[in-house]
């Protein structure tokens, strides 16, 4: 039996496959779903069917006649389920509902600590989407899959942190596991610099099929994409290139145990810590950023430093990976054109002339919802899939 006419829980009709090529909203005709699969207009219509029973795809009511009855459309009704994506940082949690389309609908953002652990965490990211939900008028009922962020390593196929370094008793815990028994749906985990490379290609970039996403805040990375596909290597860590050793690192320790490391010289903290030794009162990142704002010489020359610091790594990726656009963000991309100009001077001097020649080096234009787009649109491909469409139809 070929994978079209599987049965399924759907039945034997295919909707599941179907509904793929309804998923970008446009409303189409049954004579135009059957030129396009090469089926019966009869078979359409029960995979149609089949599909309208569990309410994710309708009549579509602006169909133009040319004459005599107007022809009928149906769509995907973006409206008819939500999914929750959540990007939990150092220090935050952002959750957000958006619809079928990945529109975002509500938003909220609350302060944490990512090292009280997975069950309050956890727990505070449940009582935060049922929050949502009410405040919009809905019920757990509605909610098809969720997406979650994770600021340290993840091995996707479990959606287990991996010796995440700022995640204190988070390593090997079940997240998916812990959040299905509490809210009875789909839970995707990932990398968050993963997810903020979906968000901003996915927002600002959908042509670019090679593709480089870089985070600069607590800690530095990069989600990478080629072929129009995320990459997240054999153990899940790739892009890790804050562990990357660069020459003004030496003898430097890092948290991670080695020394020399990217994210030893050009974090916001190390960044921080380099502006105290001159004899500024900054706690941190965020207060590197202000001192930038106000036009202060040694914040702008830490930041571009730190800036070069990182084209350092990245001209070694240009040449391996050869993206089109790379995309800085996280909290110190707020230091704006500080930042990327020494990106851009060191990698557009030392990368290869033709991996340079139509190289953008740009501020992330998602920002800070790089990672909580990223989150929904992981849940919502996941969710609208045939095998979770399947299981969507079981349960119903």
């Known amino acids: 039996m070929s994978d079209t006419t599987r049965s399924s829980a759907l039945g034997s009709t295919g909707a599941s496959e179907l509904f793929q090529l309804l998923r970008d909203g446009l409303p189409r005709t049954r004579a135009e779903l059957a030129a396009m699969t090469g089926l019966a207009r009869s078979t359409v219509g029960l995979r149609l069917e089949a599909l309208g029973e569990l309410g994710l795809v309708g009549p579509y009511a ?28 150092a220090g935050h949690l952002s959750t957000a509902l ?77 997240v998916p596991g812990w959040m299905r028994r509490h809210l009875d749906v789909p839970v995707l985990v990932d990398n968050d610099v993963n997810l903020m490379a979906l968000g901003e290609r996915s927002r600002s970039w959908p042509d670019r099929d090679h593709f480089l996403f870089v985070k600069v805040a607590t800690g530095i990375g990069a989600g ?12 899940g860590i790739a892009g890790d290139i804050g562990h990357v050793q660069v020459a003004r690192g030496a003898g430097i320790p890092c948290h991670c145990g080695n020394v020399g490391c990217l994210e030893a010289v050009a974090s916001g903290p190390a960044v921080a810590a380099a502006l105290r030794r001159v004899g500024h009162d900054v706690p941190g990142g965020a207060e590197v950023i202000d001192l930038v704002r106000r036009g202060d010489l040694d914040a702008i020359m830490a930041v571009r430093q730190a800036g070069r610091d990182l084209g350092e790594v990245l001209t070694a990726c240009v040449n391996l990976v050869n993206p089109s656009v790379i995309a800085i963000g996280g909290s110190m991309a707020q230091a704006g054109e500080h930042l990327i100009a020494g990106v851009r001077e060191v990698v557009y001097s030392r990368s290869m002339p033709l991996a340079t020649e139509h190289l953008s080096i740009v501020q992330s234009r998602s920002g800070v919802d790089a990672a909580i787009i990223g989150a929904g649109m992981l849940a919502i491909h996941h969710a609208l899939s045939p095998a979770a469409l399947d299981e969507l139809a079981a349960a119903v």
Request: glycine share 14%; hydrophobic share 40%.
């Open 62 to 89: 602006d169909a133009v006649s040319t004459g005599g009855r107007p022809p009928s459309r149906v769509a995907l009704i973006p409206s008819a389920r939500v999914v929750l994506g959540a990007d939990v940082g």
């Open 98 to 174: 958006t619809d079928l389309m990945g529109r975002q609908l509500i938003s909220r953002r609350t302060a944490l600590e990512v090292s009280d652990g997975p069950e309050p965490v956890l727990s505070l990211l449940v009582a935060e989407a049922d929050a949502l939900l009410a405040e919009l008028g809905r019920s757990r009922d509605d909610l098809i899959g969720v997406g979650i962020g994770l600021p340290g390593p993840v091995e996707f196929a479990t959606g287990r942190p991996v010796n995440p370094p700022i995640m204190p008793g988070w390593d090997g815990f079940d």
């Open 224 to 235: 990478i994409i080629s072929g129009g596909r995320l990459q997240r290597g054999a153990q």
